[in-house]
């Protein structure tokens, strides 16, 4: 059942990769310049992760696998220049 909810979710968010239009790629910019790093894991955390292995007696450590988009890099990467007072544009 994990192992299908891993494949679900890795063919969902691959279906949506492509080439990025230059309007998603400058809203991604806008999003990064405007949240901080931490705020945007926070959200890909919530939206893009799957529990692969929960805790157990066994094994005490909880996994989870994240899914990147290319939306997500652009943002952590605007938020990243912004941080350093750079721009970062199309």
């Known amino acids: 059942m994990r192992l ?3 494949l ?3 063919a969902s968010i691959a279906a949506g990769q492509g080439p990025l239009p230059d309007e998603a790629i ?4 806008d999003l990064g310049r405007s949240t901080k790093t931490p705020a ?3 959200n890909v955390e919530k939206n893009h992760s799957v529990r ?4 157990t007696f066994a094994d005490s450590v ?4 994240i899914f990147l988009t ?3 890099l652009v943002a952590f990467a605007a938020s990243d220049a912004a941080r350093r007072h750079r721009s970062l544009t199309v």
């Open 26 to 29: 400058q809203k991604a910019i």
């Open 62 to 65: 909880g996994k989870t696998a």
């Open 70 to 72: 290319d939306r997500d």
């Open 52 to 55: 692969i292995n929960r805790q």
């Open 4 to 6: 299908l909810q891993i």
């Open 8 to 10: 679900l979710a890795s």
């Open 40 to 42: 945007l894991w926070k």
